[in-house]
T-cell receptor
Framework: DQQVKQNSPSLSVQEGRISILNCDYTNSMFDYFLWYKKYPAEGPTFLIS?????DKNEDGRFTVFLNKSAKHLSLHIVPSQPGDSAVYFC???????????FGQGTRLTINP | GAGVSQSPSNKVTEKGKDVELRCDPISGHTALYWYRQSLGQGLEFLIYFQGNSAPDKSGLPSDRFSAERTGGSVSTLTIQRTQQEDSAVYLC?????????????FGPGTRLTVL
């Protein structure tokens, strides 16, 4: 069963606009959430994270929002830049289990 | 400093053969993870090593898969009697402490193709 889901396989956004990537999860035991970014032929790189005790975490152009009641999180990138074009993975983990559970990824394309 | 490295970068093998994939974690990192990404799928956890503790093997898909970590550093993932469904990108990650909020740093992966 897919505990972390990214229902949009791809997203296209114009440069300078806001990119919103969504992620849903089913396991209520998850208490830590992360976003990773992946370029072709490279491993994923950590982008931003959020603990379940928060509902928002911001780092420069990147903001992650967590809605625990809806079991939903989103990543906002504003303004979007061409270098943001990559595959974005949502991941989650629970206390006592170090493994990350990943979504399928969303390919973001920023158009000039 | 050097990141996580993996070798080989690509491996093509015939069904039924054994393969070994290698991971060199970041120096000083005590935690090491193996994941795989099949086509169109997210990353799937395979196994986790933390210091001298017994590894968490809960993600290994079958007994054809095994991994070891020698001297708390380099790790080898072995797949015996490979099957076509084993074709995937195998990713290794390391972390400083292995704790809940410890960032996992990924290598570039090994693309395995089983013919």
């Amino acid at each position: 069963d897919q505990q972390v889901k990214q229902n949009s396989p791809s997203l296209s956004v114009q440069e300078g606009r806001i990119s919103i990537l969504n992620c849903d999860y089913t396991n209520s035991m998850f208490d830590y959430f992360l976003w990773y970014k992946k370029y072709p032929a490279e491993g994923p790189t950590f982008l931003i994270s959020i603990s379940s005790i928060k509902d928002k975490n911001e780092d420069g152009r990147f903001t992650v929002f967590l809605n625990k009641s809806a079991k939903h999180l989103s990543l906002h990138i504003v303004p979007s830049q061409p270098g943001d074009s990559a595959v974005y993975f949502c991941a989650a983990s629970e206390s006592g289990a170090q493994k990350l559970v990943f979504g399928q990824g969303t390919r973001l394309t920023i158009n000039p | 400093g050097a990141g996580v490295s993996q070798s080989p970068s690509n491996k093509v093998t015939e069904k039924g053969k054994d393969v070994e994939l290698r991971c060199d974690p970041i120096s000083g990192h005590t935690a090491l993870y193996w994941y795989r990404q099949s086509l169109g799928q997210g990353l799937e956890f395979l196994i986790y090593f933390q210091g001298n503790s017994a590894p968490d093997k809960s993600g290994l898909p079958s007994d054809r898969f095994s991994a070891e970590r020698t001297g708390g550093s380099v790790s080898t993932l072995t797949i015996q009697r490979t099957q076509q469904e084993d074709s995937a990108v195998y990713l290794c990650a390391s972390g400083l402490t292995g704790g809940l909020v410890d960032t996992q740093y990924f290598g570039p992966g090994t693309r395995l193709t089983v013919l």
